[in-house]
């Protein structure tokens, strides 16, 4: 009778649960579950709320908190609750596969006769596009990893390129005060901002979104129109993400590699994947700027921002969505990258290893990793659950101002003031 009696002692107490999706929607019924449970035990339980055929991984959020043990453990932690309490956990899809962590530079690549300022890989991971101080963008043939297209016509620094959704345009941004879209053969521009353009983001919509050192935000249709004005920020804004930039800068080309008999096919897929991602809610956009500030906007319903994130102790150069939209990452002059939930904008964590400040930033496609770089010369790597450092990454002789991840994640490009591209992988 005693072992009885201390077994009833033992047991955890309940608490009341009610799951949600990332949008806000209510799943199931609301759940007396034991505030023990462990995170397999409750992907079991979403997963059979679900009803998926099999057991598929899952993160779990609660006051946007991730939980890494037990619920115990996140009540326990804040002196806000109770298990008296009713919770509401935010249960988030995790990526099926896993990138493997890049370690090692496994070849250079030369050509630009001043700083490379920005790297992007193409939707489909063939091209590399670099923008640099030499006034060109270059196109480099990544099966061979040699230079395929030089394009002339911007008249002062390259800052920013960007692949459009179906890879067949690629937007550029310099001091010159122009963007330009460049195919093969022509190269088309879009004229409109009063200072130099220092962004180019593509929205799902088929809107173009820039920045600029005029304080703004500025968004345009796919014919150069303007449609609206975004205002806020005191200062410089030097960077711009969307919160769909991976589905859209991937397509219907996800983790598995599978290849489409017809354009349709792959069309239907790619708006798919950007409705599972997108959900109920619209986009998001969040800015970085010299005011040393970001906000956080839904510029398909608003003119003003969501949210204001505060925290940086000097400008703010560049931000990044993770792939799945939970994240947005920044990049900083004060040495640190920050991590902010991407639906809230609240302050998660501060990433801390460069001793010099950080230029860009960007995310593994299964949103599990990050990778920075630096004036310090070396890329970062960075384990995004634990919040350290995972791979020290030298090899650039001089400041490191640019960093891509690739689509597939088997590959980071990186590119700086000693003029050359550098590729890594696992």
Known sequence: MSTNTDEKASEAPMILVQFQSAEGVETGPMLSIPTDSTLDQLRLVINNLLENDENLPYSF????????????????????????????????????????????????????????????????????????????VRLWDLSTETPQFTCKGHTNWVLYTSWSPNGKILASGGMDNTVRLWDPQTGLQIGGHTAAVTCVCWGGDGNLYTSSQDKTIKVWNSQGKLIKTLSGHAHWVNSLAISSGFVLRTGANDHTGKKYDSPEEAKARALERYNELVGSRSERLVSGSDDFTMYLWDPKNSKKPIARLVGHQKLVNHVGFSPDGRYIASASFDNSVKIWDGVTGKFIASLRGHVGPVYQVSWSSDSRMLISSSRDSTIKLWDVKTKKIKMDLPGHLDEVFAVDWSPSGDKVASGGKDRVLKIWRN
């Open 61 to 136: 959020y609660v006051d946007g908190e991730e939980l890494l043990d037990s619920i115990k453990t996140t009540i326990q932690a804040s002196s806000e609750r109770s298990t008296e309490d009713k919770i509401n956990i935010v249960y988030q899809p995790q990526a099926l596969f896993r990138v493997k962590t890049v370690t090692r530079c496994t070849s250079t690549l030369s050509g630009h006769t001043e700083a490379v300022l920005s790297v992007s890989f193409s939707p489909d991971g063939s091209q590399l596009a670099s923008g640099s101080g030499d006034t060109t």
